[in-house]
């Protein structure tokens, strides 16, 4: 089964400055682990898209040149970097440096701790106008009740290719005590940001959102949202590893879903060609 992991973490602290690592995160997780975790899922033929892991603003460009020194080892496609989008003079800088590095085919600014209407704030707009010009997508990482947000972002910018994080975090609950999914207010707001042509949606994240364990009963609810909302061309995998864990089982999750789901030649794009074409991948 060929995969293109579309939301991989790695993070070395002595390498880089992450402040928001804490329990099981507050180590390094690098090519080993990733060879360990892919232990889960024999089956699956991976490449990735690293998606910055929220380093020190000030290290951007760095994370980005760590994660390509590591290719050799991890079958790393495509970069998605940050840049501090609220600074659009910063922007054009960052863009000027990624454009010398041919793997970063995205930028992501986490959204999902600022106050409402950030992203629509003149600068940020500015600086997603630059993006959008440079030929790279934007990852919008928000919570649900952020989605408006997004959809006037998308609105705003309707050439800036934006991509949906984790299905916008819904509140997932536990599986004694799951959220209904449908008819929520997540479910709307994520319908409405499906009705924009130039959004996607990452099918990632999910297992995070649930406190403790999680089933694929409880989870599949969300997906069916997600396929509803914007049909499987719209859709791609995303692993969120090592936040979302264990690989293997959510890759399963998901695959088994889509099975039931959708034909062949849609779980192939899900799990691999949308990812390629949304990120432009060589």
């Not at 690098?30 to 889960?40: I, S, V």
């Not at 390509?68 to 659009?88: F, N, T, W, Y």
């Not at 997906?223 to 399963?252: C, I, K, N, T, Y």
């Amino acid at each position: 089964m060929r995969v293109v992991d579309g939301h991989l973490h790695l993070w070395d602290p002595d390498v880089l400055t992450y402040e928001w690592l804490e329990g099981r995160l507050l180590r390094s997780f690098g090519p080993d682990d990733l060879d360990l975790a892919l232990q889960d899922a024999p089956e699956a033929d991976c490449g990735f898209v690293f998606v910055q892991a929220d380093c020190a603003p000030d290290q951007s460009i760095a994370e980005a040149d760590w994660v390509a020194s590591l290719a050799s080892r991890v079958p790393v496609r495509g970069i998605v970097a940050h840049a501090p989008m609220e600074d659009p003079a910063a922007t054009e800088a960052h863009l000027a440096a990624f454009a010398e590095r041919p793997l970063v085919v995205g930028v992501r600014r986490l959204l999902q701790s600022e106050p409402e209407g950030f992203c629509l704030r003149p600068g940020f707009l500015r600086s997603a106008q630059a993006l959008a010009a440079a030929g790279l997508s934007f990852d919008a990482c928000v919570r649900w009740e952020q989605l408006p947000d997004v959809v006037a972002l998308a609105d705003a910018l309707p050439d800036l290719g934006i991509v949906l994080d984790h299905l916008g975090k819904p509140e997932v609950g536990t599986p004694e005590v799951a959220d209904p999914a449908d008819g929520t207010p997540w479910a709307e707001s994520l319908r409405d940001l499906a009705r924009r042509p130039n959004v996607v949606c990452k099918v990632s994240g999910l297992p995070a959102e649930s406190p403790g364990e999680w089933t694929d009963a409880q989870l599949r609810p969300f997906l069916d949202v997600a396929l509803d909302a914007f049909g499987p061309e719209r859709l791609l995998f995303g692993s969120d590893w090592p936040v979302s864990v264990p690989f293997g089982r959510w890759l399963a999750t998901v695959s088994d879903w889509l099975a039931d789901r959708v034909g062949e030649h849609h779980q192939r794009a899900v799990l691999a060609e949308n990812a390629e074409a949304v990120y432009r991948l060589r």
